[in-house]
């Protein structure tokens, strides 16, 4: 876990901010627990989620959850300290979190995804606003493609798979500690990778690198977050705005 991200607030902090919006939103990073090639730490998809998590609790009123530490690496599965569970387990977490949160008076829950193997976070979204609950998936590919321009990533999100220029980059910047030497010289391409939910990432990678972290660099990881915080505004909007029918009408009224 990212100790950083290990709320200091207090239960009258959250009632407070409670009482000063008409809705209030949880941000729960999620991420993995997977081989990252010989460079990045096996938590890298955790930390990417909490350093997003971190920088949009800097420009927004959200209330900031522990992060989900294991998530769905099956395409991992048989390299040397992946730790996966399963796509139910994963569901049946996020939805008893967010029922945990609504007793609690938070209504509205943001899952930051770090973690691309993690599917099923799709679904849970789609199902939870069927119900008329109050809940997001981001960031989207769009946010993501946005956040790569603004940084000057060279990499296509296609090719940028795992590993690559972006995660590398983030993790110069908030954790160069963990950043091994020799992603200088790691590059590897694999676009086409129509059968990996059948192969599995050794299917197509030796190093388990996919992606160009050679051109990693502090500053893009920085920028990289910063598109991402730019981006969450229309999220944070779509989160909080009062609806026209239902409780919300009643409350106007």
């Known amino acids: 876990m990212d100790v950083s991200l290990v709320p200091a607030d207090t239960t009258e902090d959250v009632r407070g901010r409670g009482a000063e919006m008409a809705h209030q939103v949880a941000v729960l990073p ?80 943001v899952v930051v995804n770090g973690h691309g193997g993690n599917y099923v976070l799709g679904n849970v979204v789609q199902e939870a606003t069927a119900r008329g609950e109050r809940m997001a998936l981001f960031p989207a590919a769009e946010d993501w493609e946005a956040a790569r321009e603004r940084a000057g990533v ?23 500690e963990y950043v091994r030497p020799g992603y200088e010289t790691a590059d590897f391409v694999a676009d086409d990778r ?27 990881g920085k920028e990289l977050l910063a598109g991402l915080a730019e981006s969450f505004a229309a999220c944070f909007g779509l989160l909080t705005a009062v609806r026209v029918t239902g409780t919300d009408d009643d409350e106007r009224g």
């Open 30 to 109: 999620v991420g993995s627990y997977e081989q990252h090639g010989p460079h990045l730490p096996l938590a890298t998809d955790t930390l990417v989620a909490c350093a997003v998590a971190r920088e949009i609790a800097a420009g927004y009123p959200v209330h900031v959850l522990p992060p989900v530490t294991i998530g769905c690496s099956h395409e991992h599965a048989d390299w040397p300290g992946t730790v996966s569970i399963s796509s139910v387990t994963l569901h049946a977490v996020i939805r008893d979190i967010a029922e945990s949160l609504r007793r609690s008076g938070v209504d509205a829950l």
């Open 154 to 176: 060279s990499t296509s999100l296609l090719t940028d798979m795992h590993a690559g220029e972006i995660e590398t980059s983030i993790l110069l910047h908030t954790h160069p």
């Open 194 to 220: 129509r059968h990996l939910l059948s192969l599995g990432m050794s299917g197509y990678t030796a190093s388990g690198v996919i992606g160009r972290p050679s051109l990693a660099s502090a500053e893009k």
